[in-house]
């Protein structure tokens, strides 16, 4: 409320400074008229103003409808068309630009308000100064600052969306930094999980083991069966835990990977705290880049956890295939028996699978593929990694194969839909507006809104200020000629005061041809026209001065049979 009553404030002040300029303009022509009409030269134009100036922000078109009626009176005027109500015409067809966007409605109206100039004229007959007047001066203080006020809309449009798409980039800044944050929580949930999860479940499994050592007490047998329930609960607030710190989209496969640990590594330490693990290595190992050998590392620990988890009396092998162009990884479990020790069940509500979804997302980034279910000899898992991994890869292209769990028995879990997907564009990684503009954006790229909208203002603006400087220049071509044509009628016509004194009544015409223009005045005004005239007599009018810009005296010879009768003179201003 208080931001609307200090625009309201601000516009009106600036209304009422706008009026007191017209105002003062009107008042010096009132004043340099000398007997004008107070009411109709000065009253009734400064209330015209008072209304079209508000106008001017509601309705900028009426208000320029109203000043041109102020322009219309001059027009009638018999003395001379022009009067200061022009400059008032210029200012609010200025403001019909500035205020207006479109471009039709002004156009009409500032064509029905030079049609009314016109229509004026040929009502009252004027003369031709008046007609040159009303084809000159009055459509260029309409069509010229309509122009600029077009312009300058254009203008100060470009800047506000420079400075729009200014604070765009800045929130976009904003966001690309919140979107680093919540990849560096990403980062730490996968090495909670992949690592955390890992070594307690490989604390649980040692904890059961001592279990069954027959040199313990019940006491200790039940303190210990504690101890594996509070770690197997610490496991499942781990994946809670990873449940709100994960991000979806894929992330850096090296992600906690403690430094120079392998795969060997991993699996002598699972065997030395109790897991029955065994594997095998076929084929020659290749040079495989980090990328891929922190997969397979990720793959493989992975699956122990999992294994020790959900069976873990069951024995798991492991087993990696070098093969020319690519490297297999296979892990199975053997399922329990019926009669077996009981296992942890797989509720999908429960965020369990999580694991292997994060790992297909890992094998999929570095273009290969992983396949989990039941099989011949136990649960499978089945990683299949390229040894290089390709840009294509990187890009976040999945691979076709899908993680598929079609039973999930007491072996490794998997997602109730663990179906792989493609990495959606980063929000926070969106192409910058200003680049997607230019004229180098690669074909078929879509530009974003703000790209869109700056390139459209600056289309405009640079058709306004070409219009700006065309618009004068054809107006100057369509008028100059008139202008042209119109003073040599008045260089040419006039006939100096010594010739003149040199002409006597009653010497043939031939005789003073010599003194003569080359040409009468063909706009004497109409009293000089209706003055008294001898019987039978032609009269022509000659101009005694060279002034285009003011009024001069005229020189009246009345012929009679080419002989010349009188010559009077006919005063400048209408008696």
Known sequence: ??????????????????????????????????????TLDLVLPLAVLAVA??????????????????????LADASTPGNAHVLSLAALSCLLGARVAEARRPLLVLA????????????????????????????????????????WRGRRQLVREGWRLARGLEERQHLVAERARLTERAEIAADMHDSLGHALSLVALR???????????????????DLRGTIADAVEQVRETVAVLQDPPGRDTGAGLPVNDTVEDLLSRAAASGVPVRWERRGASPPLSCLVERGMYRVVQEALTNATKHAPDCSISVRITHEPDRTRVSVVNAVPSAGGPAHTGADPASGVGRGLIGLQERVTVLGGSLRTGSGSGGFHVTAVLPHRATTAARTGTPAPGPVTAPGRPAGIHGASSPTGTARRPDPGMAPDPIRAGDPDTAPGEVLPESAERLASVRSDA?????LAFVAPVVAAVFFVPSAAYLAWQLTTSVLPPSRYDELTPGVPR??????LPARAY????????????PPGARCEFYRSGRDLLDEVDLYRLCWSGGTLLTKDTVPAGRP
């Not at 049609?115 to 009055?138: G, K, S």
């Open 1 to 38: 409320m208080l931001n609307t009553r200090t625009t309201s404030a601000r516009s009106a002040r600036g209304d009422a400074a706008l009026w007191t300029v017209l105002a003062a303009a009107t008042g010096y022509g009132f004043w340099d008229a000398g007997s004008a009409s107070l």
């Open 53 to 74: 100036v508000p106008w001017s922000r509601r309705r900028p078109g009426a208000a320029v409808v109203l000043v041109n009626g102020l322009c219309v009176m001059g």
């Open 112 to 151: 029905g308000c030079a049609a009314v100039d016109l229509a004026t004229c040929a009502v009252l007959r004027a003369q031709p100064v008046w007609w040159f007047y009303a084809l000159t001066v009055l459509p260029a203080a309409l069509l010229l600052p309509w122009l600029a006020g077009r312009h």
């Open 207 to 225: 904890a059961g083991a001592l279990e069954l050592s027959p040199d313990l007490t019940d006491r200790d047998r039940a303190d210990l069966a």
């Open 462 to 466: 640079r058709r306004r200020s070409a």
């Open 510 to 515: 031939t005789e003073l041809a010599l003194l």
């Open 522 to 533: 063909p706009y004497p005004p109409d009293h000089a026209r209706s003055a008294p005239r």
